[in-house]
């Protein structure tokens, strides 16, 4: 599934994933009115709601991107109803030939954390059949555990021929509480990051490995020394725009030959209506101020990438 | 909700917390054969064997815990339909007047965090409804990603009267890599510990803080620090039992009352039928010898909090 990625980045010529994780408050308001008129102010209706708001963005969006990236948090906060919505998405676009990370964080050990890589990214065993719970492409999995929680991902992930994203340092302004203590003279993410190298060294693509990494576009320094410990890692970048980070912070992430990173936007993208550069689109034509948000993102990139070729 | 576990814990006379994961290798097969025979050997199948395995045990020995402890993975993995019977055991559990321990390890950073909390235990918002998705007691939680991620759980335990158990040292053997570092001469797990009582300290219960953590019975040595870096935090205390903990490793994480841990019991309550000691019972009578497991298990921790009195 790596190469998969990589096959669409190139094709694309767009290092970009399009975070679909749909706060109800991003929903414009006659798309809600729909679905309630038809569920009810129910956690079917607020369902609804999501999955035709995603929809409609894919619509718009999935010829000039590689990947997105369901938060699962979104759809798990509206219970089951909001889980199928997930599931719905995660299908559609990948019918749409989008590779979807499931951005879910899970990390657990043993025969908790294998039940957990086989509901995103494997089979389970019911009697003499097989399913694939929601079977996404990629998940993203918290190391907090060590290689006990790890282990049983790589398994399936090499089952499977898909695909892991280790959070080793995310964007968000805390994570140095304790992913930049120091030990022995190093921060903790530069030991996670090793981990990840190893982990993803029996694990390879054709040019990158299953084991990808987790590194936030607000912390480019220590992207660029990531970059070196983990050579072979995908890089998967949140915090673009609404979190604070720009095109030229961007170089640090990625390999000379423009590859190796794909950076995140999610309320950039899909709620680009309600930011006054896009306004001109109005709620109605919310996925038309989506795409031009694309445009404007895949041109900042490109833009930033040029001078490092 | 401590308030409410502690009473319980204090009436039954049991600090105990039975982990529901049902693996379906766990589920006997008289009970695996009626689901399949109404649902097939399908998603739907799979989960109704699991409730109707979790239901029978837990009518069998609600009356001798303070608490139960559902692991989503384990319902997670059989998809929608798992989930589905996460919910009924959850509600189920809470019509017996157990506290349910949500083991979801959830971990992320601002509305995702918050999206986290109000799906497990919150409250969302549907134009003028509110919803509780799946309303567990308390939910454990992840803390990699520092106070961003835990400051939303705050709000909503703060709200809902409701509380989190964050992991602190985990009972895996894989635990140390990340969390025994040393940052200044001290664990990291340490560090965690006391953020855990900072972030404690302005949601107290009666005794307790509504922030607890885990530390597993594995590690008793830690256990007997964290104890005193956390004088307000409830330990959950995995490992017991099949992880290799016994009752007498569990004093270092009891306060000298007997209260201020509770230990969590898996396989060994729930699957004790396949342990040679209770094999008596058989497939037909497994939730029979659950109840004499969680009796066995009490007696055990009881004589050991002896020695501290």
Redesign the interface.
Known sequence: MINQLTANIRKTGAPIVAGL?P??GYVPEHI?KKA?AEFG???E??AEAVWQFNKEIVDHIWDLIPAVKP?I??Y?????P???AF?KTVDYCKQKGLVVIGDV?????????A??A??HLGR??????T?A??DEDFATV????????IDPFLKVCKEEKKGIFI?VK??????????D????GRP?YE??GE?VAAWGEELMGEEYSYVGAVVGATYPEMGRILRKIMPKAYILVPGYGAQGGQGKDLLPFFNEDGMGAIVNSSRGIIAAYKQEKYAKYGGEAFAEASRAAVEDMKADISGALENIR
Chains 1, 2 share one sequence.
């Not at 964080?105 to 954390?113: E, F, L, M, V």
């Not at 995310?170 to 992913?179: C, D, I, L, R």
Request: charged share 20%; net charge negative.
């Open positions: 994780d706060m109800l809600q309630y102010e129910t956690l209706g607020a938060q948090a979104m798990e906060q509206f219970g089951i909001g889980l199928e599931k964080k899970r990390g657990d050990i043993g025969s908790t954390s039940a957990y086989v509901s389970v065993q019911v009697g003499s059949k399913y719970p929601f918290n190391p907090y555990l060590g290689s006990d929680g959070l995310t964007s968000n302004p805390s994570s140095g509480e304790f992913q203590r120091l030990v022995d903790l030991l996670v981990k």
